[in-house]
T-cell receptor
Framework: GAGVSQSPSNKVTEKGKDVELRCDPISGHTALYWYRQSLGQGLEFLIYFQGNSAPDKSGLPSDRFSAERTGGSVSTLTIQRTQQEDSAVYLC?????????????FGPGTRLLVL | QKEVEQNSGPLSVPEGAIASLNCTYSDRGSQSFFWYRQYSGKSPELIMSIYSNGDKEDGRFTAQLNKASQYVSLLIRDSQPSDSATYLCAVSSGNTPLVFGKGTRLSVIA
């Protein structure tokens, strides 16, 4: 079966532009997670969806970051007015249920570079 | 602030040796513990999960959990060059997001 997919795989943008990152979870997985990984750093939790709702947005670094999920499937992470410090790998993961004890399966990530 | 600490390494071991990776965490309420392996330029993949004190073995991998000491470790027996990667420790209290350590880079020398 297909795993978690993300697009684009790489994105280069200019400071101040908006970007949209897409995540397609494993079919049937109700929970979806967004993380950010900067060079040499661990994974930083951004936001979590259970179905289409986001019970936990605590990790979003600023109001320039937003995310939505429609149809309990695809999710989009939007970064407005990008800054150079937003450069990182953005990873999406999904799990069968919204229980943090469940195994999370990661997508390949989107490498974002803000010039 | 919940923290997960790992030695960044690199940890170098000869092929065939046992690699021992360690992780400490700050939240005493933590209930779920995970080890992920991440090859350079790739996404993390789950190696082991452990939820109760003691050892859990899966093939060449053994996870060890000591909640009293707030310590979890991963042992890799008969290390192979293909085990060379960064190993991420992740911890959750069950109803809160996973908190990841920064990872330990393992290098297995042939």
């Amino acid at each position: 079966g297909a795993g978690v997919s993300q697009s684009p795989s790489n994105k280069v943008t200019e400071k101040g532009k908006d970007v949209e990152l897409r995540c397609d979870p494993i079919s049937g997985h109700t929970a979806l997670y967004w993380y950010r990984q900067s060079l040499g750093q661990g994974l930083e939790f951004l936001i979590y969806f259970q179905g289409n709702s986001a019970p936990d947005k605590s990790g979003l670094p600023s109001d320039r970051f937003s995310a939505e999920r429609t149809g309990g499937s695809v999710s989009t992470l939007t970064i407005q007015r990008t800054q150079q410090e937003d450069s990182a790998v953005y990873l999406c993961a999904s799990s069968r249920a919204g229980d943090f004890q469940e195994t999370q399966y990661f997508g390949p990530g989107t490498r974002l570079l803000v010039l | 602030q919940k923290e997960v600490e790992q030695n960044s390494g690199p940890l170098s071991v000869p092929e065939g040796a046992i690699a021992s990776l360690n992780c400490t965490y700050s939240d005493r309420g933590s209930q779920s513990f995970f080890w992920y392996r991440q090859y350079s330029g790739k996404s993390p993949e789950l190696i082991m999960s452990i939820y109760s004190n003691g050892d859990k073995e899966d093939g060449r991998f053994t996870a060890q959990l000591n909640k009293a000491s707030q310590y979890v470790s991963l042992l890799i027996r008969d290390s192979q060059p293909s085990d060379s990667a960064t190993y991420l420790c992740a911890v959750s209290s069950g109803n809160t997001p996973l908190v990841f350590g920064k990872g330990t880079r393992l290098s297995v020398i042939a």
